[in-house]
């Protein structure tokens, strides 16, 4: 039933979007509530996983972006429009209901090897310019995308569409994230396995860290260039703090990447620089700048870059906790070596995503 209601709002939704471009105020759409489907019509194929059976329920949450959202029925199909869900949603064994997926898909090491066959759906735009027309004609039961995105979730919701918004900024928020995304789709105890994991994980990296006493200046770099950093709300600051470190720019406010100049840059001195693994510039272009000769990290030959074999982890994805103990692997090698940090990566990558992983590729 809902997949006729989809078609018959598509043109529709199309139509909206014309006429938002001109400038023209369109009359308010109310959504027509699709009854729940019946359990027996949501069993999943003989042999399917426990994990991807559909559960037909209907099921209220409130999303990152603090909007109330019912999802009516089964969640078959669902789209991605952020790289971060997209890898929560693997996680969360639930890719073979994936019907669309973000642009450059097939630049994510991860998704080749734990999910080809995500890489040749349909992409759906970015986390910047979201392909609403493109979504629509997917015909999801669920879109998740990043909170910027609010004002076509707000068109998508207006057309039956339910959509999950999401900023997992904080350890504590993609930690949220991944419940809610887990309680839409039916699966709540897979999403409990991965936090409990992630409980003990942070416990464990506590515990490590609890005598420290010298918590290096580390400095994160921007993927564009490193006069741009990471001020003290952001993720990767916790990332930091969590690792034994104190974020370089933590007296800097805001919640996105910061440009600064050199001088700024030399009066924060970092002990310790990281570069992102996505990043076009390597450990060598900041050691090589004159301009930087005299950081005390660049005389002491502390900059890294992560590695980048498997995902982004500078990122809030679901893998969070491999970028917190590879930095304290660089930060705190005398508690925390980087062979213990390669075991603890197979062993996730084993459990989570069903991969065996080659651990030579993780290194400083």
Request: charged share 20%; hydrophobic share 45%.
């Amino acid at each position: 039933m809902k997949r006729q209601r989809v078609r018959i709002f598509l043109l529709l939704a199309l139509a909206f979007v014309l006429v938002l471009s001109a400038c023209a105020t369109p009359a308010p759409t109310q959504p027509t509530p699709t009854p729940a489907a019946p359990v027996e019509d949501a069993q999943a194929e003989d042999g399917a996983p426990e994990v991807e059976q559909p559960i037909s329920q209907v099921v209220t949450i409130t999303d990152q972006a603090g909007r109330q959202v019912t999802i009516e029925g089964p969640v078959e199909r669902i789209i991605s429009g952020f790289y971060i869900s997209t890898s929560a949603v693997i996680a969360l064994g639930l890719e073979d209901r994936m019907v669309g997926i973000e642009a450059r898909a097939d630049t994510r090491p991860l998704y080749a090897l734990a999910a080809p066959q995500l890489i040749d759906l349909p992409n759906v735009g970015t986390a910047r310019e979201f392909n609403l027309e493109g979504a629509v004609a997917l015909e999801p039961d669920l879109a998740i995308l990043p909170i910027r995105q609010l004002d076509n979730a707000g068109i998508l919701t207006e057309l039956g569409i339910p959509v999950i918004l999401v900023e997992p900024e904080t350890p504590e928020k993609l930690m949220e994230m991944i419940s809610l995304i887990a309680d839409a789709a039916g699966v709540p105890e897979r999403a409990q396995e991965l936090i409990d994991f992630y409980t003990e994980s942070l416990e464990e990296i506590t515990r490590l860290t609890a005598d420290i006493t010298e918590r290096p200046i580390v400095y994160m770099a921007g993927v564009g260039s490193y006069l741009r950093t990471a001020p003290r709300d952001m993720y990767q600051s916790s990332l930091i703090e969590l690792a034994g470190g104190r974020n370089a720019a933590s007296d800097i406010e805001g919640s996105s990447w910061m440009d600064i100049s050199y001088e700024q840059l030399l009066v924060m001195n970092p002990e310790v620089i990281i570069i992102p693994s996505d990043a076009g510039y390597g450990p060598e272009d900041i050691m090589n700048n004159q301009q930087l000769a005299q950081l005390a990290a660049v005389q002491s030959g502390r900059v890294y870059q992560m590695p980048g074999a498997f995902e982004a982890w500078d990122s809030p994805v679901p893998s969070f906790t491999l970028g917190i103990h590879w930095l304290l692997s660089v930060l705190h090698e005398d508690i925390y070596s980087l062979d213990e940090m390669r075991e603890y990566a197979a062993y996730f990558y084993s459990r989570f995503f069903g991969i065996d992983i080659d651990t030579t590729l993780i290194e400083r």
